[in-house]
């Protein structure tokens, strides 16, 4: 009988980890990965998917260590809505085709323990005109999991691959809109 009452948390447990992640509301940006004076926040992007690892020799010789390769994530719109995909470059795709790759600018450690830092990246489009071709810089921020695996990796197991799990929002800036001043001429005017 008692088994009954434990199944169903359980469940719900396991249901709720297995839900479409949705983005955290806006926090505050840490000075060091703010985005130019220039640029303003245009959307907010979940991600959920794996950093990818692999155990690699290193500079040390007979040692090995976990080496960052590439994230592989599925990313989602505010409403949980599937909507584009994060992969090696880094690069973020919308389901449009708009493609933009990231350059890291600047990183930080992130508040929570066990979970990847929180980044600045400048951002250039490398597709066609769609949602994501305006963005400037991206803020990789609120990571949950996502580190190097922190064992597992020896001389003898070289070669060997880790999918570590992550969660993060996106916060993809792009340029402010420029207001006409009440003193300028229309293009063209006289």
């Known amino acids: 009988m008692h088994r009954k009452f434990l199944a169903i948390p359980l469940a719900i447990l396991v249901g709720a980890c297995a839900q479409v992640p949705t983005s955290t509301p806006t926090v505050q940006v840490p000075d060091k990965i703010k985005g130019a004076v220039n640029e303003s926040l245009a959307m907010i992007v979940a991600a959920k998917g794996v950093q990818i690892y692999e155990c690699r020799a290193s500079k040390v010789a007979g040692n090995a260590e976990w080496v960052f390769v590439a994230p592989e994530a599925d990313l989602f719109d505010t409403s949980g809505k599937r909507i584009g995909k994060h992969y090696a470059g880094p690069r973020w795709e919308s389901f449009d085709g708009s493609t933009i790759a990231g350059t890291l600018k600047e990183r930080i450690d992130a508040p929570g323990t066990d979970a990847i830092p ?51 929002d996106y916060y993809f800036l792009a340029a402010k809109a420029r207001s006409a001043s009440p003193h300028e001429r229309p293009a063209g005017a006289y």
């Open 118 to 168: 929180w980044l600045l990246l400048t951002a250039k489009s490398v597709g066609p005109e769609g949602s994501f071709s305006k963005v400037s810089s991206v803020q990789r921020m609120n990571t949950v999991g996502g580190t190097e695996p922190k064992t597992g990796c020896s001389s003898a197991s070289v070669g060997q691959v880790a999918r570590m799990p992550y969660l993060a």
